[in-house]
T-cell receptor, first 107, second 110 residues
Framework: QKEVEQNSGPLSVPEGAIASLNCTYSDRGSQSFFWYRQYSGKSPELIMSIYSNGDKEDGRFTAQLNKASQYVSLLIRDSQPSDSATYLCAVTGKLIFGQGTELSVKP | SQTIHQWPATLVQPVGSPLSLECTVEGTSNPNLYWYRQAAGRGLQLLFYSVGIGQISSEVPQNLSASRPQDRQFILSSKKLLLSDSGFYLC?????????FGPGTRLTVT
């Protein structure tokens, strides 16, 4: 079992819809969780961090964490074509990255 | 504010040639530093991390090495490149748990 698993996608959503990106992790002791966005040919950019169970909202982005289920998700509301990128989930102790989910937002 | 630099941005090297990639961080002291490689269409592979000058931990034994000669400088090297060394090399720094990435170096080994 991989330490951090994400669906590779591509996930395709129409403009204005909600995009839902999911991530599961294997280490129950993990305390910190991060979402990065990576545009093609560019380096990853940190967009969300979450440390406790529940939801954390920042603009159009909402991160959700459920430690009992070892599950973290990222919701993007009112998706825009500019949101088209690969989204990487990362989990600590030692920061472990998932393979990333490619999101495509169609106009 | 903190800034992380990497150079060169792109590099094309023949098999068997040496490699030196440099990463520097501005605006912080004693950061944790990391080297990652991302092969085409793949995830991030942690290569090395450093918690201080001269302190290097290797995650993947291979023909690469890293050094940290100064507090905010991290260097990735190889004596002889392999075709499989091609990829996108990313340096990152970390104040706490999260990491912030530099712009990366795209290396093509021919």
């Amino acid at each position: 079992q991989k330490e951090v698993e994400q669906n590779s996608g591509p996930l395709s959503v129409p403009e204005g819809a909600i995009a839902s990106l999911n991530c599961t992790y294997s280490d129950r002791g993990s305390q910190s969780f991060f979402w990065y966005r990576q545009y093609s040919g560019k380096s990853p950019e940190l967009i969300m961090s979450i440390y406790s169970n529940g939801d954390k909202e920042d603009g159009r982005f909402t991160a959700q964490l459920n430690k009992a289920s070892q599950y973290v998700s990222l919701l993007i509301r009112d998706s825009q074509p500019s949101d088209s990128a690969t989204y990487l989930c990362a989990v600590t102790g030692k920061l472990i990255f998932g393979q990333g989910t490619e999101l495509s937002v169609k106009p | 504010s903190q800034t992380i630099h990497q150079w060169p941005a792109t590099l094309v090297q023949p098999v068997g040639s040496p490699l030196s990639l440099e990463c520097t961080v501005e605006g912080t002291s004693n950061p944790n530093l990391y080297w990652y490689r991302q092969a085409a269409g793949r995830g991030l592979q942690l290569l090395f991390y450093s918690v201080g000058i001269g302190q290097i931990s290797s995650e993947v034994p291979q023909n690469l090495s890293a050094s940290r000669p100064q507090d905010r400088q991290f260097i990735l090297s190889s004596k002889k490149l392999l075709l499989s060394d091609s990829g996108f090399y990313l340096c990152a720094w970390s104040p706490l748990g999260e990491q912030y990435f530099g712009p990366g170096t795209r290396l093509t080994v021919t």
